[in-house]
Nanobody, 124 residues
C-alpha cells in the first residue's frame, strides 16, 4: 500500500520559515518524480515545486521562486520543501505527490499518488 505523509506544517509569522516533509512508503521513490502542490481557501490546487527522480532537475512556480527549496533523499524515501520569507498569501494546505515519470512534472493529472496534506498558515 502506497502512502505519502506530509508533516511540518504550522503557524508562522510573515517573513518566517518552515520546512515540510513528505515521507513515502510502499513505493520505490527513486522511480518517481515528486512534487509539491498547495490549495488556499476558495482557490484551486496549484503547482508549487517539482523535482526529478534523480533530484538534478527542479522547477518552481514563479510565486515561490527564490524563497522555497525542494529537495529529496531517496535513501530515506523522503522529500522536503524548505519555505523561507513566507508571506500571508502562502497560506494553504500543502500536498506532496509522486508521478511515475523521470523528469519534473507540473500537471496535477500526471501524478499517481497524493498525500493527505498539511496546513501552513502565515500570519501578517
Amino acid at each position: 500500500q502506497v502512502q505519502l505523509v506530509e508533516s511540518g506544517g504550522g503557524l508562522v509569522q510573515a517573513g518566517g520559515s518552515l520546512r515540510v516533509s513528505c515521507a513515502t512508503s510502499g513505493l520505490t521513490v527513486s522511480n518517481y518524480a515528486m512534487g509539491w502542490f498547495r490549495q488556499a481557501p476558495g482557490k484551486e490546487r496549484e503547482f508549487v515545486a517539482g523535482i526529478s527522480r534523480s533530484g538534478i532537475n527542479i522547477y518552481y512556480a514563479d510565486s515561490v521562486k527564490g524563497r522555497f527549496t525542494i529537495s529529496r533523499d531517496n535513501v530515506k524515501n523522503t522529500m522536503y520543501l524548505q519555505m523561507n520569507s513566507l508571506k500571508p498569501e502562502d497560506t494553504a494546505v500543502y500536498y506532496c505527490a509522486a508521478a511515475a515519470a523521470r523528469m519534473v512534472v507540473t500537471q496535477q493529472t500526471a501524478y499517481n499518488y497524493w498525500g493527505q496534506g498539511t496546513q501552513v498558515t502565515v500570519s501578517s
